[in-house]
């Protein structure tokens, strides 16, 4: 794997999971599964929670994709460019 390719990698990470994050509601509490959802009963009138199962992306998400990204990042600087050889050097 050379630094590009990584440096790629963290890109798209960072902006697949900010695109999530946004999309299921940029929500700035922790990751959830289910959603409550007020629902009134017709006949008495009272309101009770119901939980609808729905993913929506938190903070937690954000920072661990932020996290991930940062580490592909950072190891992209591991490697180093092959020297070239061009045709105009000299070898002894």
């Known amino acids: 794997m050379n630094r590009k390719i990584l440096r790629v990698l963290a890109l798209a990470l960072l902006v697949g999971a900010v695109g999530v ?3 299921t509601g940029a929500s700035r509490g922790w990751t ?8 009134t009963d017709e006949v008495t009138g009272i ?3 119901e939980y609808q199962k729905r993913f929506v992306a938190g903070v937690d998400f954000l920072g661990t994709a932020l996290l991930g990204a940062g580490v592909l990042m ?3 600087f591991l490697f180093r ?10 070898i002894d």
């Open 21 to 23: 994050w946004l999309a």
């Open 32 to 39: 959830k599964t289910s959603v409550p959802i007020d629902k």
């Open 47 to 49: 309101t009770n929670p």
């Open 74 to 76: 950072a190891a992209s």
């Open 81 to 90: 460019n092959k020297p070239t050889q061009t045709s105009n050097q000299k």
